[in-house]
């Protein structure tokens, strides 16, 4: 009898308590409360709790907004009457980032502003660059509950109400997404496929909304654009505006196809390649770096044109030591590379000191080039917020593409030990043996290169992976380009020809005499697989 009352009591007890969904956490809801001194009693809620059942502890009859978000906050809340942002202290509001910045101050998650990035999201230390971010946030303010939602632009902000809809529809909320802090509690949210960048999610878009912690989600390859379904193949999506489509390249063959078509026309802008050597379709528009042309079409492929002996240029380590500044003979060397020769650049990594989002804004202001450049990783940029950061500008980390004879493979070494887990090693071989069916010749490129050629010197790869690199780069006949060893070195290694270039303005760690000097490489790629080196030193 006493088990059958203690499982009734239970189960009244899980009624009266209600549930809230949150991944693997499920938190009760109880009844709106309110603290003595007014606004929202948080020690009577659970972590989410307050996010979740917003509309049930909110007015929701009146909306403070921003100048220029009326339209915005209509659409999500047609009934309320829609007051200036200029007056709120307290209840709903719908915040442009300028106004947020005061509201949010001094919060767990708030508003900051960068002279290259503009608005920027701020969680816990952590910086979120782009306009693509939102922000939900409930808190107690001088006596008054406070529903803030708000983002680094319009599309943020809508990203924050869209969120919030949803979970007054019924989603359930992840309560290790929500950051909750005394009297505060929010998210931060990023929005993939606003291609208006309006906050309101129309029928010729499809929204990607997620909750963000510390690492951001990328879609690199895949829209909606106008109702078309884009996928792109050689290069990643980097921005939608409206009707144009904006491409990264990654190599420099770059296929798009438009499932199921409407026969809509849409611009495409192909960025990081090199006009020069590519079959162009009618009436493209061209500069240094950039293709641009307007099509229909439900497929098609930009590709090089056939090549035979080329010239190339690699360097590498080109962070200042310590700061945000650019090193001075950094930005030499961007000139001489600028007025070189050459069809792209290799740069093996280690772009910024600490990977923070004031250090990449100070690098990308004098990120200069008339050449596409592909990047591998450093350990010194893919840190914390810096990996955001470097995805956002650079992509996917492990790709490869062919020019030629060569088959060219930018490979993320920095994780895992300064090593490869055996995905990236099955996925590298596979590229290798690919190339060899197609006749090209390998070209490795990462950033700490498999073997340290100093005497008694331990500054490369765990020395498990480095063996297995060499002897996988020895059975495909690769050459091999390396940075993080702040030096020129170029040899042979049990057979596997090898460049290490890591003079592009980070500190030297070697006498002029034993290759530690500033330079850039020339690399001259014969069409016969032969692969010739010229060091070019550049004076600070």
Same mark, same amino acid.
């Given at each position: 009898m006493r088990k059958i009352v203690s499982a009734v009591l239970l189960v009244l007890l899980v009624l009266a308590a209600g549930c809230i969904g949150g991944g693997n956490s499920q938190t009760g809801t109880a009844a709106p409360t309110s603290s003595p001194s007014g606004g929202i009693d948080f020690d009577s809620y659970g972590k989410g709790q307050i996010l979740a059942k917003w509309w049930e502890l909110a007015d929701t009859s009146k909306v403070y907004v921003s100048?220029?978000?009326?339209?915005?906050?209509? &659409?999500y809340f047609p009934d309320a009457k829609i007051l200036p942002a200029s007056q709120y202290d307290g209840g709903i509001a719908v915040l442009s980032p300028k106004d947020a $910045?005061?509201?949010? $101050?001094?919060?767990?998650?708030?508003i900051t502003v960068n002279d290259y990035f503009g608005y920027v999201a701020y969680k816990l230390g952590i910086k979120f660059v782009g306009p693509d971010k939102g922000v939900f946030a409930a808190f107690n303010s001088k006596g008054k509950a406070h529903f803030v939602f708000?983002?680094?632009? $319009?599309?943020?902000?809508?990203?924050?109400?869209?969120?919030?809809?949803?979970?007054?529809?019924?989603s359930s909320i992840n309560t290790k997404d929500v950051l909750r802090s005394g009297q505060f509690e929010g998210v931060l949210l990023k929005v993939i496929g606003d291609n208006n960048w309006d906050g309101i999610q129309e029928n010729g878009e499809s929204w990607y909304l997620t909750t963000v912690r510390t690492m951001e989600p990328f879609l690199y390859h895949w829209r909606v654009v106008e109702g078309e379904n884009v996928t792109v193949k050689g290069g990643f999506i980097r921005l939608?505006?409206?009707?144009?489509?904006?491409?990264?390249?990654?190599?420099?063959?770059?296929?798009?196809?438009? $499932?199921?078509?409407?026969?809509?026309?849409?611009?495409?802008?192909?960025?990081?390649?090199?006009?020069?050597?590519?079959?162009?379709?009618?009436?493209?528009?061209?500069?240094?770096?950039?293709?641009?042309?307007?099509?229909?079409?439900?497929?098609f492929r930009v590709e090089a044109k056939p090549l035979g002996d080329y010239r190339i240029i690699a360097f590498g380590d080109h962070r200042p030591d310590g700061g945000v500044k650019p090193p001075e003979v950094f930005l030499k060397i961007r000139d001489e590379i600028n007025r070189d020769d050459g069809i792209f650049i290799?740069?093996?990594?280690?772009?910024?000191?600490?990977?923070?989002?004031?250090?990449?804004? =100070?690098?990308?202001?004098?990120?200069?080039?008339?050449?596409?450049?592909?990047?591998?990783?450093?350990?010194?940029?893919?840190?914390?917020?810096?990996?955001?950061?470097?995805?956002?500008?650079f992509g996917p980390d492990n790709? =490869?593409?062919?020019?030629?004879?060569?088959?060219?493979?930018?490979?993320?070494?920095?994780e895992d030990n300064y090593g490869l887990s055996d995905e990236v090693f099955q996925w590298l071989e596979n590229e290798m043996k690919a190339a060899a069916d197609k006749g090209q010749r390998p070209v490795l490129v990462l950033h700490a290169p498999p073997i340290d050629p100093r005497p008694n010197d331990d500054h490369a790869m765990n020395p498990e992976d480095g063996k297995r690199l060499l002897a996988m780069m020895k059975?495909?006949?690769?050459?091999?380009?390396f940075s993080h060893i702040h030096i020129y070195w170029y040899g042979e290694e049990d057979g596997v020809q090898m460049l290490i270039t890591g003079g592009g303005g980070a500190p030297l760690y070697a006498p002029p005499d034993?290759?530690?000097?500033? &330079?850039?490489?020339?690399?001259?790629m014969a069409a016969n697989g032969t692969v010739s080196v010229e060091p070019v030193r550049v004076e600070p």
């Open positions: 100048e220029g978000y009326e339209e915005m906050a209509k &659409h $910045r005061k509201i949010l $101050r001094g919060k767990p998650i708030l708000t983002g680094t632009s $319009r599309a943020g902000a809508g990203a924050a109400l869209e969120y919030a809809m949803e979970l007054k529809e019924g939608v505006n409206g009707s144009t489509v904006y491409i990264h390249s990654l190599g420099f063959n770059v296929s798009v196809e438009v $499932r199921d078509p409407k026969n809509v026309e849409l611009t495409y802008v192909i960025e990081n390649t090199n006009p020069s050597i590519l079959n162009l379709p009618d009436k493209a528009e061209t500069g240094d770096t950039w293709v641009k042309f307007s099509t229909a079409e439900s497929s290799l740069d093996g990594g280690d772009l910024v000191y600490t990977g923070k989002a004031d250090e990449w804004a =100070a690098l990308l202001k004098e990120w200069k080039w008339d050449k596409p450049i592909f990047v591998a990783p450093g350990n010194h940029e893919y840190r914390g917020e810096g990996i955001n950061i470097f995805h956002r500008i790709y =490869a593409f062919s020019l030629g004879k060569y088959r060219y493979i930018i490979i993320n070494d920095v059975a495909y006949n690769a050459f091999g380009i034993q290759g530690g000097f500033y &330079h850039y490489v020339r690399l001259y």
